[in-house]
T-cell receptor, first 113, second 112 residues
Framework: NAGVTQTPKFQVLKTGQSMTLQCAQD?????MSWYRQDPGMGLRLIHY???????DQGEVPNGYNVSRSTTEDFPLRLLSAAPSQTSVYFC????????????FGPGTRLTVL | DQQVKQNSPSLSVQEGRISILNCDYTNSMFDYFLWYKKYPAEGPTFLISISSIKDKNEDGRFTVFLNKSAKHLSLHIVPSQPGDSAVYFC???????????FGTGTRLKVLA
């Protein structure tokens, strides 16, 4: 199993550009989520999904869109990048929200100029 | 408003001694708590968890203690090893909300 994979590892954008951060898992996990990590802020939940076709907002959803058309994939879209979105983004998945550990991907480091 | 707080940004411990990492929370509705470890340039990895119906959970060298009245949990690592040097995050959730709130992390350095 590859676990949770994220692409790209690094990305530089200009303000106003759009892009999609990819996340995939091969563990048949129902629950997937996106976090951002900023210095001194810990990890903050952006969006999450409890299964294909079901998504909801986390703590900091503004400026980000998600969709979940398959169990395996959970892309995060930035429609118009802003410097405030410069961060490290982590995708995570778990079989069940309640008691199972979340498996995290290696992260995507995004810089918006 | 930080609902989960890790007030010590860093901690240094000698190899073989006990490491104690602390976490405080403000939301009394939290009923599930987890600890994650993170190495540089990697994603966090799960260490140990505890439900609010328990006050202690052990897994090898790692023990988590929960004091619900004080809204406090701690992670004990005994004995500490140089490979334990990492950033440790605590996280909490409320049953049914599907949302985890993370603390800001504590950087542990275990000195050989």
């Amino acid at each position: 199993n590859a676990g949770v994979t994220q692409t790209p590892k690094f990305q530089v954008l200009k303000t106003g550009q759009s892009m999609t951060l990819q996340c995939a898992q091969d563990m048949n996990h129902e629950y997937m989520s996106w976090y951002r990590q900023d210095p001194g802020m810990g990890l903050r939940l952006i969006h999450y999904s409890v299964g294909a076709g079901i998504t909801d907002q986390g703590e900091v959803p503004n400026g980000y869109n998600v969709s979940r058309s398959t169990t395996e994939d959970f892309p995060l879209r930035l429609l118009s990048a802003a410097p405030s979105q410069t961060s490290v983004y982590f995708c995570a998945s778990s079989y069940d929200r309640e008691t199972d550990e979340q498996f995290f991907g290696p992260g995507t480091r995004l810089t918006v100029l | 408003d930080q609902q989960v707080k890790q007030n010590s940004p860093s901690l240094s411990v000698q190899e073989g001694r006990i490491s104690i990492l602390n976490c405080d929370y403000t939301n009394s509705m939290f009923d599930y708590f987890l600890w994650y470890k993170k190495y540089p340039a990697e994603g966090p990895t799960f260490l140990i968890s505890i439900s609010s119906i328990k006050d202690k959970n052990e897994d090898g060298r790692f023990t988590v203690f929960l004091n619900k009245s004080a809204k406090h949990l701690s992670l004990h690592i005994v004995p500490s090893q140089p490979g334990d040097s990492a950033v440790y995050f605590c996280a909490a959730s409320v049953g049914g909300t599907y949302k985890y709130i993370f603390g800001t992390g504590t950087r542990l350095k275990v000195l050989a």
